[in-house]
């Protein structure tokens, strides 16, 4: 097999010739029925019946993104920046379960190496990176996340507060309330309006709190949402409006404009501006 | 009867007419009668005192439903047109379980049969053709169908590898937690804020998951509302700008605008545009 | 006891004397333990123990809201207008289940009593008419009614169908899905988020379905939300932005503005637009 | 140890210089570790196994809160005006339960002592103080306190009305139902989407009005989202927009002003004000 360096660079990390869009729509397929085979193994009867079939799909998937990663460390420019980067350690430790089963494979460790196995389904993750819409949802949380922290540690605060009060409220009467954490753990249901049921006040006080708890909780949620649509039409609104008039200094020209809307001068398209620099028509 | 291709056109595929209206309006009332009767049919004591009643029912309408498809196929200037899209298709399936229920007769495809009438419930889908208002709605979804796929999609990884890790934790010690696929179906209970409770943690380790999967829940809501939130404005946004530039009938000017951001000719307010017709200030 | 018709109207009708403003809140006070009354009534223990002074107090706010009824009607310039008004016929309906209740004295009207009873509970729409902010959320409201209706409808059509499947899904193997309207209602359960738990899906293929609603129920949410905050915004700018400035009718003055950001002429507050209109400095 | 008043103030009261960032740092560790003792004391087994260990943290903690107490008072230079403000309250109570365990500390009152404990939870709210990026929200909050208190009580009024009803149509064949009070709490739980599952409808209309009251709280979240969101884009255009006019000293220009809307003078771009300071064009 000769193909350079090169070559398989363009076709295993860049997706825009049809082979290496190709390659990864292939990755993507291997990955979804490598996932689907460690789910289906979790379930008794399937195990039961196709355990030794699984088994092999695993072995055959493994050795397949093994050699995958090791092409990915060969052809790549800077091995030891992939290697340290977000997708290269999940490339890694995406095939290295299936090699640990192997050195502990007594019977006694059976349940270990199911955690080792479920670990695999990081592969999933990967799918993340092939898709390119997500560029402005990023950036409006990365703008948003010092108010989505605020906004997290206010719910955490409550949380512990009315679990803590809940507790005091319930504990005697009700088992369900058995200590400060199990309330908490009630409240964080109660305020994001999961609701399980498993754990329900019994006392007349205790579920007037609830109550006041649901209402706080229904209510509060409007905030992550308009700090998140903010941000969003924020970014947005920045990402159409980063070109001035050269004449006038007017802002704010939708993204296709040619000609400013205040003085009628010409614009430049970003590329233009970048190419070139003379400001006359 | 002797009325034309046309007029029988206008009356069953346009809404503007009196006659076409009434039709549409008598349309409406069928189905959801007929939509009617198949549901009460499955409820059991409604089944057994008037199953008969309902049975007839359901044959009136689908005849009237049959008779109304011929019609349909005859007045339409394109048969084969119409016999493919949507609309049609569903015209057809609406009827067509009812005849097939006839060949199946046997005690033991009752079942079957009964699978097929429920398909007749598509009828309601041919509502949603006579409300006009959906228009906006429709062109903000499609505007953010990219980045709603992102975000399902970061959804369901998540729900995938916080189903498996809280199939690790729970799966030994819960039998709620059986497999990796129950352990999701749970995952997505959890995230998307149902919480029925017919499946919940009992491990302490397993509670502060299920807390920190509710609450990444609660707070993730937030970014598709930003995103149709988003859509929506650019779209009222976009209806309200009609103003056309009088040289290139360029559209989506920003409502300052005195010049046209495509050919850079004059713009006139909507106040001028109606007052007079002459071009300088 | 000398007052005249107007000097009773304005105490009643109005809320801007410090009078007025006292029998308001005075009557907010009487609903509000009126309602009070109603609802202890309906706990076991408290009827038995406190409920002939529960009665009393029924009685006594009857009478109240009787004279108070009378008044209103007597000072009232046009008495049928009111009394065919919204709030007339709410006034109403708040005192007339009492007098109802002595007619059907009966032990076995007794639990109808208590329904005409409850109803009495109209009162506290009354206290809505108290609030003066709640202007600017029923334009959103009133403005997106249409695009509110489309969305509800598709709602109930994707509720209806889903409800359909589910009940040829489970229908067999599960007796909490007994008939179509049962399984509908349990997708409404499930598409809005509420998970009560009370009917929950036990086939594989029956739980794969249930987790599509769920996650549709999720994100569908995002559509209200982004309508009404779409119309709140318009609302809110339509409010700022009604004023053009005289000299180059540029809009999109904020509320406090007196010269125009454009051209820097004089702005009139729209009071003095409505007042005088000499249109100089 | 020689440290003056000022000084001390600087370190406690402020968190600008190393030493007072390292002060608040500390203080936040040991508010979280003596909350977490509280938290796990009340977790039966870990109270039997380590309770006077944790009774010793809680006397540690108690004593190290009263010195900095003690120090706040010292160093403040209007003891008065502390002791009286919303932080000064909350540092008392944070340290006064555990002084009082001492003098009611008969075997009887052990239950009463445990939530004085409790109330120490307090101490989290002191986090807040901590978080700077908490201004935009709270101001967007307060902007809006007035909608969410109509929206509130319109919430409140319907969970009565609805609660009433369902008490009505369920209370005689469903022991869940047993009081208005009990069917307002699940009017309040269907409404916010929680859906407990402890009390649910079983007769057919009851479902049916049920389903009524789910739809209504799904979309009724739309309306605090919309308000916040109005009012977080409108804090965050104020914001944004900070130009300050030459003459009047006027904020809120938007984006476009070249004319002050207050006093009429003319405004200069950022840059332009940035980069010269001639008034002149």
Redesign the interface.
């Known amino acids: 097999m000769a193909f350079s360096k090169d070559a398989a660079r363009i076709v295993i990390f860049e997706a825009n010739t049809p082979a290496g869009k190709a390659f990864d729509v292939a990755l993507i397929v291997f990955i979804l029925i490598s ?1 689907l085979a ?3 193994d ?3 009867w399937i195990h039961d019946g196709y355990g030794d079939w699984l088994y092999a799909v695993e072995w055959l998937f493994t050795i397949i993104f093994t050699i995958e990663y090791g092409l990915r460390l060969w052809c790549i420019q800077n091995t030891w920046l992939y290697a340290r980067s977000f997708y290269g350690i999940i490339d890694l430790i995406c095939i290295v379960p299936t090699y640990i089963s192997l050195w502990f494979a007594g019977t006694q460790y059976l ?1 270990v190496i ?2 080792l196995r ?1 670990l695999r ?2 592969r ?2 990967r ?2 990176r092939y ?1 390119g ?2 560029e ?2 990023t950036q ?2 990365v703008a948003s996340r ?12 409550l949380v ?2 009315f679990g ?2 809940m ?2 409220i319930e ?2 009467a009700n088992d369900q309330f ?5 309330s ?2 009630w409240a ?11 754990i ?1 006040p019994s006392t ?1 006080f205790g ?1 007037a709190l ?2 006041v708890i ?2 706080m ?3 509060i ?14 970014a ?1 609104r920045r990402r159409a409006n980063t070109r001035t008039c050269p004449m006038c ?6 993204r ?12 430049f398209r970003r590329e233009e501006q970048a190419a070139e620099s003379s400001p006359e028509r």
């Open positions: 996932v460690v789910m289906l979790s379930v008794d349940l199911r955690v479920v389904i990081f999933v993750l799918m993340v898709v819409e997500a402005l949802i409006a949380l010092r108010k989505i922290t605020v906004f997290i540690s206010s719910v955490l605060a512990v507060i803590s009060f507790y005091l504990g005697g058995g200590s400060i954490p199990e908490i753990y964080v249901t109660t305020m994001t309006t999961v609701g399980y049921g498993d329900t007349t579920k609830a109550t649901m209402i909780g229904y209510g949620i409007a905030v992550p949402t308009g700090i998140v649509t903010m941000e969003l039409n924020e947005n200094s007017a802002e704010g020209h939708s296709e404009a040619t000609y400013c809307w205040r003085c009628g001068a010409h614009l």
